[in-house]
């Protein structure tokens, strides 16, 4: 399995950025596909989840309406698209591959379990 990020970068507050995952390794259509992040100094916090058709999307509160995760079983990527950024969006992101997850009426009960990860993409939201 491998995942590679790409995308990240410097942004100012307000502005826009778009991630992307390349995966390999594994038949990406059988698995749903999330967005994990991790701050300086904290520990991981989920931010969106795919699932296998893509018809199924799902998003932490803080980034709700500002972010958008897609993906294309096709060529194997994941994607994400983040809009009006803040300063509190700082992180290094991960891609991951989804184990299990719990939704019930488009809500997520608690952060998915995740086994794969790529080696992250660093987001900067700074002036």
């Known amino acids: 399995v491998q995942l590679v990020e790409s995308g990240g970068g410097m942004v100012q507050p307000g502005g826009s950025l778009r991630l992307s995952c390349a995966a390999s390794?594994?038949?990406?259509?059988?698995?749903?596909m999330s967005w994990v992040r991790q701050a300086p100094g904290k520990g991981p916090e989920w931010v969106s989840v795919?699932?296998?058709?893509?018809?199924?999307?799902y998003y932490t509160d803080s980034v709700k309406g500002r972010f958008t995760i897609s993906r294309d079983n096709a060529k194997k990527t994941l994607s994400l698209q983040m809009n009006t950024l803040k300063p509190e969006d700082t992180a290094l992101y991960f891609c991951a591959r989804v184990r299990s997850y719990t939704e019930v009426h488009g809500t997520m009960l608690e952060p998915p379990e995740t086994d794969y990860r790529g080696q992250g993409t660093q987001v900067t939201v700074s002036t």
């Open positions: 795919i699932s296998t058709g893509g018809g199924g999307t």
């Open positions: 390794g594994f038949t990406f259509s059988n698995f749903a």
